[in-house]
Every structure is written in structure tokens, then in C-alpha cells.
């Protein structure tokens, strides 16, 4: 059914950057059909939704997120990245079966469609990535994501897998769901991090993102000692090295990129290859402060990602946002990083990583319709100038302000309650599974 | 009437940090009178509130705040803290009314109330005060503040005051407030900072705050500017210059100290001067990074504030001790700022700051009963360890989780509701009273 959004406050993050009072947003056939003042029309079989007061604006969408992971969110507090893996991460991981993973999932899906993210570029376990795409197809979710691919001798025995067998089961995942309900399911080719994939694996993904046309999703720079052992294996930088295997352009999604060379900042520029800022996860992990500012005034395509949920530990746009907007201000001045920056990296960025700005990331006649539509009468977000709903969006607000949810034109959250997940449910499932894991790992 | 919370996860804070399962917290008089199981007595005239499932932990205490300044939110963006003082804040203050000050501090306690904060350290403006207590009066919050004190030439014209008017006001407010309300209010000396004090001023503050035995709040060393023309106009570093007029000492809070030197956490420890770590503030004016750990370490006091709603923008303790958690670990590791120190920073290092260490900051018998009790059994907290409450209260929680808060044995949040606010009537007179400021400015 087509569905008219009247009287907000629109966010168009169209390419004036609009921002329309009093306006309504019309939604056919899941795509954006107009954008502007009293579109209502009589007699046509249309769904109205009031929105008055409120502020319309593009679904958040994650350049980076570990959905397998979020069983696992406060129980791995106190440790740096490798070790976080290797103690816990990798461990839990491995004691995963379908079930806990559609559990993990399913609470993903929730928390994000209730935090008003419309979309993700998802890494998940080695295995099991079906039932993620089962539970992205029946939240209604918008994901592209792939399984884990973890082919290097070192790897943790519960996960390790061999080339062969990594490419085929990525091969048979892409086939079973890139492009499928709709197109609103995208298969990623995802091998993990440099340590944990051989270079024969890395560059066969190279010449298969190419030849079936899908994205690469991987991590790279994010901890200081990552690097120096990525270049103590491969003598070079770690992103200069996915530039030697054939990874870059604007195809490849890099987690992180904390600790990149000026040189590597000029890679990422020239090939478009996409950056995912992850604050609250490089800071859990005292991985460091990536160079964020100084990355997009190079010209470097940079999003924003809430990483898994045991290193955040929230799942939630609104935090990474507020972190984004606020942590490099020290380095860089008060006037780094403005609303406006951070919310372009946590919607058109977003489309970026996961290869659908034409289709994504704004609202413009045209475009799939991903909509949040937020409350901004809270205590904690009043007062504000009503000319200025980008400060408070950014500063003030928080996920419990998030109204309304559409995705494809199928609204999933409405009055702030799930419609596609049954949240007590969820959390219930999320609880049981996640001591059982916890169980299991031991 | 005697309050009985039942069947709630107990976070005491007490000595030996006991955290207990299943456990009640009887209250009667206002005060604790037992915390421990099955403490429900037959036929005794006794409120229960089941808080099964729950977290019950002290109230939260912000050391620093300026109630005043919340009608300011999302106002002042963009700024270092001279400019954004100078441009912004005291053309604000300067344009507030009896009235206007009494919507500021009531929307005020009405967000610090809602998101689990039962007392604070507030600096008001010059002018105005009485309705800040006032405020605090009626909405039961525990209040100790005290009337910005600006006697420097080269303060705004609008807030400009002599010496002797600065302190005759003082002490007028000082004799109207302190200890009133069953000892819920208290008067603190508030020299706004060394930039808008004479030497005379400040001599005489830490006199009087002796001979009256009222505590002393003001700010230092927050921002780098700052601390220079502080070192050109005095000859000394802030604190040390506060040291030398005789401000020291456990009944000093100083709002920041983002830039202390070595002798000077030194003598921060020597003294017991308390610190206020205000980190939303310090990253928003671009202030920098206070040296927390560090300081904790040399055993200084330092509690957690939000300051001022238009450097943040939020007043929201569980903001702050997520920031407090996440900002110094590229720093000092992963390790370093764990929940337990995060909140103990939030609850007995906020005591400390009120001098009220002895009657606040933990559930012990004997002690005043402020009180909030926190539902974890939301989607973003899902799921964690029953064993470890504190990873997800700090990393996890947000303050829409916080259900009941009782300050002095009266409930003023019940089941996410104010009892003794009407938080629609607040918002609107917020956004009516800030408007006319902003008009009034220009």
C-alpha cells in the first residue's frame, strides 16, 4: 500500500542539503515517489501518517557490524583487539550453532530497526551466515553481508577452514541470496583481517569481487600491533598491501583504518575505496582515534558503524554519531566534524559502503524508501531552534526518540514497537542462547 | 510513609562494593535503615515496589552543572569555551528573567531526574538564583549551588558586578538556603573562574567559605587558553593559584582540570580538593582530554558532571560515564577506566563533591535514601552476565532505563513517570522562555 508521511520536518540530505518544514514525504511501490508540500491527494488508497512536529530523515545505515556477535555484548570488557579475538571472540564464535546464531540475528535486527538503521554491511562467523539472511528476510532489514572467510594456518581451531572450502561456501551463500526479496539482500565477499587470510584466499576474493560484481568487506589498520605484524608478514602497510592483491576501489568497504599512512589516505582517495569509522569500538578497544576529519577533507569516502556489540556496546546510530561529532573535536577544533558531516557519513556514507548511493542514503523522488522518522520533544532534546533540527538530531537525541521505521516502503517499527519481531521474544531467545554459548565455550 | 524496594540486584557501593542478588532496601525516615534479603515484615505500614529483575543503585550525583544554562541547549555549537562564553553563554545568562530562570532549572531537574541523578553541584548565573532553588525545592532534587559570582572588569556588561554586591548577594542567598529542607539544599560559594574574579574576591571566598563551612565550586584549567592568560595575569597555574589564596581543600570542587601540571595533581591529592571530570563538555569546547586515570591514580578525588546542556547536549549521567569509560583507553589501555571506577566516580565521588560523603553515594544503613532503580532488560542490554551488572550499567544502559528514583525516601520517578514535575508543561515553557532569550539577546 502506498504511504504518505505529512507535516514533518524532512532531512532530505539531497544534494542542496534541504531540510523542509511542514513537509510530507510520499511512498510508492517501496520508492520515494515525491518529496514536498501538501502532497496529499483524495480519493487515492493511501495510507496517512501524521508525523507533525517530527523529523523525517534517511534510515541510518552501518558500514560495519558483526550481527553473530551480539550474543556476546557484555562479556568481553578490558582487552585490545587481538587478544579480545583470540580470548573471546573467536571462541564464542566457534561455539555458535544455527539456532544462536539466528538468536544473535534477530536481537541485531531489532535493536538496529529501533535505533532507526534502516540498512548494514554485515561481517559474520564462518558459518551459519544463512541464518542471518533468514533473519534480515523476515525482519524486513536491509543487509548485504557475508560469512567470515578465515583460511590462515594461525587461525582458531573452531573456525579455521581451507581455501577451497572458504570460497565455495561464499560462492554458495552469493548465489543462494545476493539480490534476492527484492534486492534489498546483497551478498559481500568478507574475508576477516590480513592475519587471518592467506594471500592466495585474498586475491582470489580480488578477482571474484570483480567477476560477480559484489562488494568486499574486510577490516584493516584498526590496532597498532595488527600492523606491525601485518607488515611483518607481508612487508607493506596493510591497506597498501590490499591495493597490491587487487582489493581496492570503490567496491571494498575497510573497517576502521585507524592507523593509516598519508600515503595509504591517498590510496583510499584515489581507488574510492570506502572507510567505515567505528568510534565507540576503536575506543573500547584503545585501538586509538582514526584520522577521521583529516581522511574526509582528503576526499576519502568515510561511514559510520557500530562494529559487534561486545565492543561498543551498544548497537545504536545515534552514540556513533554523538562520539563521531564529538571525540576528534579536541584534535581538530570545535568546528571539526558538524552535524551535518556526521550525519551525511551515517546515511549517503552508509550507501557508499554498501555500493547503493543511487539507490539509498537520502530522500529524493527515486530512491527505495528507508525512512526514520524521530521525536525531538524530550526532555533531554528541548529546547532547540526549529531552524536547526541537525544540532539536537546529533547531540542530543538518542534511539528511544525513534518513532517510525520504513524499509522499502514497509514500515517495521511504528509508535516506537517492532512490527516484523517480537521483542520479549527476542530478548528471551538472546538470554538463552547466549549462556549456552557461554557454556559451551568452556 | 517506609519504602520497601524488593527482590532487586543491589549495587551497595559500600566498602566492600557488594553487589547483592535477590536482595531488598528498606527505607524509613528518609534514610536507609537495612539493605539485605528478606527484610519484608508482616503487617508493618510499608510501601513494596517490587523490583524484581531490576538494578538498584545509588543515585546518581553530577559535580558540576549550570542549570541555568539548559534553556541554551543546542544553541551553541561550534565554540572554544572563551568564544563560546563571550558570543554565546553570557549574552544568554545575561538575558535571563526571574521566570525564565525558573523554566531553565526546571527542565533541569526534570531531565536529571529522568535519567537517575538525585543530587548535583550546580553554578548558576549572577542574577536569579533563588528560582533555581526554588526549583529544586519543589521537585525534591538534592540542590547545593550557588549565584555565579563575576566581579572582574572585563566580564559582560549585562552580568557585571562589584565586589561587595557579589558577596552581600552570597550571603543573602547563603542565610535564605543553606542546609534549609531537611538539609536537601545547601549554598556553595561559586566564583565563576580566575578570568572573571578580582584577587579580592577570591581571598574573601575562601575566607568565608571557612568561617561558614560552605563548600567553594568554581572551574580551572579547562582550556588551554584559559590556563595562559590565567598564568599571565597571576603568575601562576590555576590551581596552584587557587592554592595560594586559600580555595584548597576537601571543600573546594573544581569543575575540569584538563590541563594540570605535575605539582598540581600533587596538590589536588595533598589537599583533597575535589575534581569535576566533565568529559561530554571537554570534548564538545574541543577542551582536551582531562588526565583521569592519572589523577585517580595519584588519589585524587574525581567525580563525573554533564556542565552546562549547551556543551554537551545532554545532562545524563549514563552519557557521561560511558564517555568517562570509553575516552581515556587509547590512552591507558583497555583496562584502564572500568565500570567499578566509572561508577564510583558517579555516585561517591559525586558526595564527595557535595561534602555530603557521609550521608550520600552508597546504600548503606544510615545513609539518606536517593535511589535509582534501572531496568536492564532492554534489547541494547541484551544480554549479559547476571554475575556483572556493571559492564552493561556503564557500557550499555541509557537513562530511558532508569524506572523509579527516589531522592530524600520520596519517589519522584515512578515507573518512568515524574511525580513532582509535569514534563509536557516543563517542555513547553522551556521552548517558550528559550525562544524569548534568544530574541532578547539580540
Same mark, same amino acid.
Given at each position: 500500500m502506498d504511504l504518505l508521511l505529512t507535516n514533518g520536518t524532512v532531512v532530505t540530505m539531497n544534494r542542496e *542539503?534541504?531540510?523542509l518544514a511542514e513537509a510530507d514525504v510520499l511512498i510508492q511501490d517501496g520508492r520515494i515517489a515525491r518529496v514536498g508540500r501538501n502532497l496529499r491527494t483524495r480519493g487515492a488508497s493511501l495510507r496517512v501518517l501524521d508525523v507533525k512536529g517530527r523529523v523525517v530523515l534517511p534510515g541510518f545505515i552501518h558500514g560495519h557490524l558483526h550481527a553473530c556477535q551480539t550474543l556476546f555484548r557484555n562479556r568481553a570488557d578490558g582487552l585490545e583487539l587481538l587478544d579480545w579475538l *583470540? %580470548? $573471546?571472540?573467536?571462541?564464542? @564464535?566457534?561455539? +555458535?550453532? /544455527? #539456532?544462536?546464531? $539466528?538468536?544473535?540475528?534477530? =536481537?541485531?535486527?531489532?535493536?538496529l530497526i529501533r535505533s532507526g538503521a534502516t540498512?548494514? =554491511?554485515d561481517m559474520g562467523s564462518v558459518r551459519h551466515y544463512d541464518a542471518v539472511f533468514e533473519s534480515a528476510r523476515?525482519?524486513?532489514f536491509r543487509l548485504t553481508g557475508g560469512k567470515a572467510m578465515m583460511d590462515a594456518p594461525d587461525t582458531h581451531p573452531g573456525l579455521a577452514e581451507s581455501t577451497e572450502a572458504s570460497l565455495a561456501e561464499s560462492l554458495a551463500l552469493l548465489e543462494r541470496w545476493h539480490g534476492t526479496h527484492g534486492g534489498r539482500l546483497h551478498y559481500a565477499l568478507t574475508p576477516r583481517f590480513v592475519l587471518s587470510c592467506t594471500e592466495k584466499l585474498l586475491r582470489e576474493v580480488g578477482r !571474484? /569481487? $570483480?567477476? &560477480?560484481?559484489v562488494r568486499i568487506h574486510t577490516h584493516a589498520s584498526e590496532n597498532r600491533t595488527e600492523c606491525e605484524v601485518v607488515r611483518q608478514l607481508t612487508g607493506r602497510d596493510n591497506i597498501a598491501w590490499f591495493h597490491e592483491l587487487g582489493l581496492t576501489g570503490p567496491h571494498l568497504t575497510l573497517a576502521h583504518c585507524v592507523w593509516p599512512t598519508a600515503e595509504e589516505i591517498g590510496l583510499l582517495r584515489d581507488t574510492g575505496t570506502v572507510v567505515c569509522h567505528c568510534p565507540g569500538s576503536n575506543l573500547k578497544l584503545a585501538s586509538g582515534i582514526a584520522p577521521v576529519p583529516e581522511m574526509l577533507d582528503a576526499g576519502v569516502n568515510v561511514c559510520l558503524g557500530a562494529d559487534g556489540a561486545p565492543c561498543n556496546n551498544n548497537l545504536d546510530m545515534f552514540v %556513533?554519531? *554523538? !562520539?563521531?561529532?564529538l571525540m576528534h573535536k579536541p584534535r581538530v577544533g570545535p568546528r571539526g566534524m558538524p552535524p551535518e558531516r556526521v550525519l551525511e557519513m551515517a546515511t549517503l556514507g552508509g550507501a557508499r /559502503? =554498501?555500493? =547503493?548511493?543511487? @539507490? !539509498?542514503?537520502? !530522500? @529524493?523522488?527515486? &530512491?527505495r524508501a528507508d525512512v526514520t522518522v524521530v521525536d525531538l520533544s524530550g526532555l533531554h532534546t528541548t529546547p532547540f531552534d526549529p531552524r536547526d533540527v541537525l544540532s539536537p538530531l546529533v547531540y542530543a537525541a538518542r534511539?528511544?526518540?525513534?518513532? +517510525?521505521?520504513?524499509? #522499502?516502503g514497509r514500515l517495521v517499527l511504528k509508535d516506537r514497537t517492532l512490527l516484523t519481531l517480537d521483542a520479549s521474544a527476542v530478548a528471551a531467545s538472546a538470554h538463552q542462547h547466549s549462556a549456552r554459548i557461554a557454556a559451551r565455550r568452556r
Open positions: *542539503r534541504e531540510v *583470540r %580470548e $573471546r571472540i573467536w571462541p564464542f @564464535e566457534a561455539a +555458535h550453532d /544455527a #539456532d544462536s546464531m $539466528r538468536a544473535s540475528a534477530d =536481537l541485531t535486527f531489532a535493536e540498512a548494514a =554491511l523476515d525482519s524486513g !571474484l /569481487a $570483480r567477476e &560477480k560484481q %556513533e554519531m *554523538r !562520539l563521531a561529532a /559502503a =554498501l555500493g =547503493l548511493e543511487s @539507490e !539509498l542514503g537520502s !530522500l @529524493e523522488a527515486g &530512491k534511539s528511544s526518540d525513534v518513532v +517510525h521505521v520504513i524499509i #522499502d
